[in-house]
């Protein structure tokens, strides 16, 4: 089993890949529902930490990020406990010891202050954005300009759990995930994008049947028929 099939099968088994009727933030209805709050516990975070931070070392080891990494930043809030657990797996599986840092909703005046948690943001500073899964990229366009506003950093990647390859909210032809990228001027790196998802669960797995039933199937294929933008970001 590869990386990809590995991680949406430890989503479907944590409940974080869910199939039926969800209505998003967005207003659609889609069969399809991921959700990284369902990694609650200590084993599970471990474990989710553990993709990620196999996914910056291959982008490392590949030349597209740099292994001289200041920190991993998490945005308020799914963020957070993402950044920690990637630190955390960098330094524990690959030798690589790097910080964590996250936004706080709320700029705290007293004690310590400021608007940051973990690792403080230095000019010259390399870092790695995490997140779960990119809708409107509100958290992330959030975060961005104050990471930037507080030290000249340069942020090499963003890594997501899944990459739900939608449109976005300007032009048609571009996914939510390329409009981050061209706008904040970032490469993506998604551990896997819904089309992996849909051709996972077509196929039967250990128990010699599909993750998803044919309904649910066939609405997957409506929905990224209506909605998918017709070049989907990611890598």
């Known amino acids: 089993m590869d990386n990809k099939q590995d991680f949406i099968k430890f989503m479907s088994d944590a409940g974080a890949l869910r199939f039926g009727d969800f209505t998003l933030k967005s207003g659609r209805r889609s069969p399809y529902f991921i959700n990284t709050g369902a990694f609650d516990t200590g084993k599970k975070i471990a474990r989710l930490g553990s993709f990620y931070a196999a996914r910056v070392k291959d982008a490392m080891d590949a030349g597209d990020i740099p292994k001289e990494v200041a920190t991993v930043f998490g945005p308020a809030y799914k963020g957070v406990p993402i950044a920690v657990a990637t630190a955390t797996a960098l330094a524990s599986e690959h030798g690589i010891d790097v910080g ?3 936004n706080r ?4 005046d007293h004690g310590e202050g400021g608007g940051f ?3 403080a943001l230095k ?3 390399r870092i790695i954005m995490v997140d779960d899964v990119i809708t409107a ?4 366009r959030e975060a961005t300009p104050l990471i930037r506003s507080v030290a000249a950093v340069k942020i090499c990647g963003l890594v997501l759990a ?3 390859m939608e449109r976005g909210r300007g032009a048609a032809s571009l996914s939510a995930v390329e409009e981050i990228r061209e706008e904040l001027g970032v490469p993506v790196y998604p551990l896997v994008t819904i089309k992996d998802i849909l051709d996972a669960a077509s ?3 250990a128990e010699g049947r599909p993750i998803a039933d044919d309904d649910i199937l066939n609405r997957m294929r409506a929905y990224l028929s209506e909605y998918c933008a017709p070049h989907p970001g990611g890598e």
């Open 123 to 125: 000019d010259g500073d």
């Open 100 to 102: 964590y840092t996250f």
């Open 105 to 108: 909703k709320e700029t705290k």
């Open 162 to 164: 899944v990459d739900r």
């Open 137 to 140: 990229g509100t958290a992330i």
């Open 203 to 205: 196929r039967a797995g």
């Open 117 to 119: 948690v973990g690792r």
